[in-house]
């Protein structure tokens, strides 16, 4: 069976989209993912983006890392998805519905409440999450948020010298999160801006993490560090984040269609 599918990118966090609303797909397994996503072998991406039929959102999408596990959010993805269905719509996820807006060249997404308590992220044990009392090396008191996923916040004098591709995996793995973490590493730049890195859980270090910029976003904003509206800079670009009266956060930024092709779903997948 020879599949479509549509490449795309938010900020360089990138994508392959596969559309399952309208044509039956064989099931994507945690292998199929792992294989699609191969950079060498494969079509090549950060994370797999399966769209499918709901019952009371306008539809799903499911979201593989590239290591073939399945996670609840992905803020990029969103903005990805509203460009290439090109209007307003309400987008079931596991992580919750997300609400999207396209935009010329983009697109904002509601990406509801972020949660804070500690068994929401979730962690091993109950602790304050707006400075946690652990340190990995020279990171130390970090915060932790869920925002359709799990986040930990560590804000850094400079986050380019920190070596995420060291600690990132040892933290993302760290018992104490027992569903793994998103590891973000941010620094204040100037009045409301941040430059943030991120460590993905399942998919290593990535040029853009919309889920990230809104986690750190909020967790600066706890601290008061900046004011309800910032700019998140990550590698690939920048984002604006928004938390809002009603305490959902609005995440407003680009993204990319690359190209089009299809596979054979039994060579690859």
């Excluded at 069976?1 to 309208?22: E, Q």
């Excluded at 019952?55 to 509203?82: H, K, L, P, Q, Y």
């Excluded at 359709?148 to 850094?156: A, L, Q, T």
Aim: glycine share 10%; charged share 20%; aromatic share 6%.
């Amino acid at each position: 069976m020879r599949v479509p599918f549509v490449k795309m990118h938010g900020l360089g966090n990138d994508f392959v989209v596969l559309d399952a609303r309208a044509t039956d797909l064989p099931v994507l397994g945690k292998g199929s993912a792992r294989a699609i996503a191969d950079r060498h072998r494969g079509v090549g991406c950060d994370q797999i983006i399966l769209l499918e039929p709901h019952a009371t959102a306008d539809f799903a999408m499911r979201i593989f890392n590239a290591d073939g596990t399945e996670v609840e959010a992905c803020g990029n993805a969103s903005r990805a998805v509203a460009l290439l269905h090109g209007e307003p719509a309400e987008i079931a996820t596991a992580g919750g519905v997300v609400r999207v807006v396209p935009g010329d060249g983009g697109a904002s997404v509601d990406m509801g409440k972020p949660r804070f308590d500690w068994d929401d992220i979730p962690l091993a044990y109950a602790m304050d999450t707006l400075a946690l009392p652990v340190a990995w090396d020279e990171l130390d008191n970090p915060a932790a948020a869920n925002v359709g996923n799990p986040h930990i916040v560590f804000f850094v004098d400079d986050a380019n010298a920190v070596l995420l591709e060291e600690l990132g995996p040892r933290i993302e793995t760290d018992p104490l999160f027992p569903r793994r973490i998103n590891v973000n590493v941010a620094q204040l730049t100037g009045t409301n801006e941040l430059r943030l890195r991120v460590w993905e859980r399942g998919a290593g270090l990535t040029r853009a993490c919309g889920t990230g910029a809104c986690a750190t976003a909020v967790s600066a904003m706890r601290r008061g560090l900046v004011a309800r509206t910032v700019q998140v800079t990550l590698p690939g670009g920048p984002l604006t984040i928004v938390w809002n009266d009603d305490d959902r956060i609005t995440m407003s930024g680009p993204a990319t269609e690359s190209f089009r092709g299809d596979f054979e779903w039994g060579e690859l997948a």
